[in-house]
């Protein structure tokens, strides 16, 4: 119910509102398909990144919102805004002036942009990136009968993500999906 501060508290956070879905709705259909205990546990885990993946994608989203989403405005604790509020960077100021008048439709802008040279969206791309590559690395750890169906939920995940960037003017990192391997 509290805006806790900190990227140690955003990760407890999303470890308690996001990823549970995810992972008992895997987790679940693993045993239901007759799974065993420590395969079932891969594939919760998995589920878990996969939580993480989306929770990640939908800060950027909601970051990006216009009007301001009351990430902004409420003081929610959006990975993309933490980093911007919390990292060092030549306009680390400024975006904490404008934060109070998200509401603006030039201050958003503005602070939008910031996010941007901050570093906030690549920092978001890059813990985006890892848990995909945690993900895919733990499915080719597991002994599955099919492993396509978890790959593709996972892989699914690709589009969105680059079709984003691509809409808030930024393309995707060159050699994204070297970078994903």
């Given at each position: 119910?509290?805006?806790?501060?900190?990227?140690?508290?955003?990760?407890?956070?999303?470890?308690a509102k996001s990823t549970p879905f995810y992972a008992a709705a895997v987790q679940i259909?693993?045993?239901?398909?007759?799974?065993?205990?420590?395969?079932?546990?891969?594939?919760?885990?998995?589920?878990?990144?996969?939580?993480?993946?989306?929770?990640?994608?939908?800060?950027?989203?909601?970051?990006?919102?216009?009007?301001?989403?009351?990430?902004?405005?409420?003081?929610?604790?959006?990975l993309a805004l933490l980093y911007a509020r919390t990292a060092e960077h030549p306009r680390?100021?400024?975006?904490?002036?404008?934060?109070?008048?998200?509401?603006?439709?030039?201050?958003?802008?503005?602070?939008?942009?910031?996010?941007?040279?901050?570093?906030?969206?690549?920092?978001?791309?890059?813990?985006?990136?890892?848990?995909?590559?945690?993900?895919?690395?733990?499915l080719a750890r597991l002994r599955l009968a099919d492993p396509r169906p978890l790959a593709?939920?996972?892989?699914?995940?690709?589009?969105?993500?680059?079709?984003?960037?691509?809409?808030?003017?930024?393309?995707?990192?060159?050699?994204?999906?070297?970078?994903?391997?």
């Amino acid at each position: 119910m509290q805006n806790l501060q900190g990227e140690a508290n955003y990760w407890r956070v999303v470890k308690a509102k996001s990823t549970p879905f995810y992972a008992a709705a895997v987790q679940i259909g693993a045993l239901l398909g007759g799974a065993d205990a420590p395969t079932a546990q891969g594939i919760h885990d998995l589920g878990v990144l996969l939580g993480e993946m989306i929770q990640i994608f939908d800060d950027l989203t909601d970051a990006f919102q216009s009007p301001a989403n009351p990430d902004w405005t409420e003081g929610r604790n959006n990975l993309a805004l933490l980093y911007a509020r919390t990292a060092e960077h030549p306009r680390r100021r400024e975006l904490l002036d404008l934060i109070p008048r998200a509401a603006e439709p030039e201050a958003l802008a503005a602070a939008q942009e910031i996010l941007i040279g901050s570093g906030a969206v690549s920092y978001c791309v890059y813990q985006w990136l890892a848990r995909y590559r945690a993900a895919m690395a733990l499915l080719a750890r597991l002994r599955l009968a099919d492993p396509r169906p978890l790959a593709e939920a996972v892989e699914v995940q690709m589009a969105p993500l680059r079709h984003w960037l691509a809409g808030i003017g930024i393309a995707g990192p060159a050699g994204l999906e070297q970078m994903i391997l």
